[in-house]
């Protein structure tokens, strides 16, 4: 029996970014909400300000017999630009910030090498500027962000 594991990514606005980790197979549940910040507590409203430091974010929780943290770190990467600095196309503000925040040593280790790899492929011209930093308290959005696409029929919020 396997014991299921957490992973957490900002990658701009989280309702495409759930969206896309909640369709994998191995993913369990995901959950959207605020992290990174100074702020107990922070509302939408609070992290919009731009002064809470929180970033928006996908709280990912895995069975890592079905899919590894080195495959969601591969749909991190592809889900978003992580050369734009704190801004994702017209989401514009720190926290929209390209960040993974890791739960122990390993996803530190792993999600170094996997943007040292990124890094090295010449994929982008701009420099990554994707933050890897020690997970905090996780704050979950309000629950009308909870599955946002999902609820109102949609697989994606791009034009």
Same mark, same amino acid.
């Given at each position: 029996?396997?014991?299921?594991?957490?992973?957490?990514?900002?990658?701009?606005?989280?309702?495409?970014? *759930?969206?896309?980790?909640? @369709?994998?197979?191995?993913?369990?549940?995901? %959950?959207? &909400?605020?992290?990174? +910040?100074?702020?107990?507590?922070?509302?939408?409203?609070?992290?919009?300000?731009?002064?809470?430091?929180?970033?928006?974010?996908?709280?990912?929780?895995?069975?890592?017999?079905?899919?590894?943290?080195?495959?969601?770190? *591969?749909?991190?990467?592809? @889900?978003?630009?992580?050369?734009?600095?704190? %801004?994702? &196309?017209?989401?514009? +503000?720190?926290?929209?910030?390209?960040?993974?925040?890791?739960?122990?040593?390993?996803?530190?280790?792993?999600?170094?090498?996997?943007?040292?790899?990124?890094?090295?492929?010449?994929?982008?011209?701009?420099?990554?500027?994707?933050?890897?930093?020690?997970?905090?308290?996780?704050?979950?959005?309000?629950?009308?962000?909870?599955?946002?696409?999902?609820?109102?029929?949609?697989?994606?919020?791009?034009?």
């Amino acid at each position: 029996m396997s014991t299921s594991q957490k992973a957490t990514f900002g990658a701009g606005c989280f309702w495409g970014v *759930e969206e896309t980790f909640r @369709a994998l197979d191995g993913v369990i549940s995901t %959950r959207v &909400g605020y992290l990174g +910040g100074k702020t107990e507590n922070p509302t939408y409203q609070d992290v919009c300000t731009d002064e809470t430091g929180h970033a928006e974010v996908v709280e990912v929780v895995f069975d890592p017999t079905r899919i590894a943290y080195e495959k969601l770190l *591969e749909v991190f990467w592809a @889900a978003h630009n992580p050369t734009e600095l704190n %801004r994702q &196309g017209p989401d514009v +503000g720190a926290q929209y910030r390209s960040a993974i925040f890791y739960q122990d040593d390993e996803q530190r280790r792993i999600a170094e090498v996997s943007k040292a790899k990124l890094i090295a492929s010449g994929r982008f011209k701009r420099p990554v500027v994707t933050e890897i930093t020690p997970t905090q308290r996780f704050w979950p959005a309000e629950e009308y962000h909870q599955q946002y696409l999902k609820k109102r029929g949609l697989s994606n919020c791009h034009i």
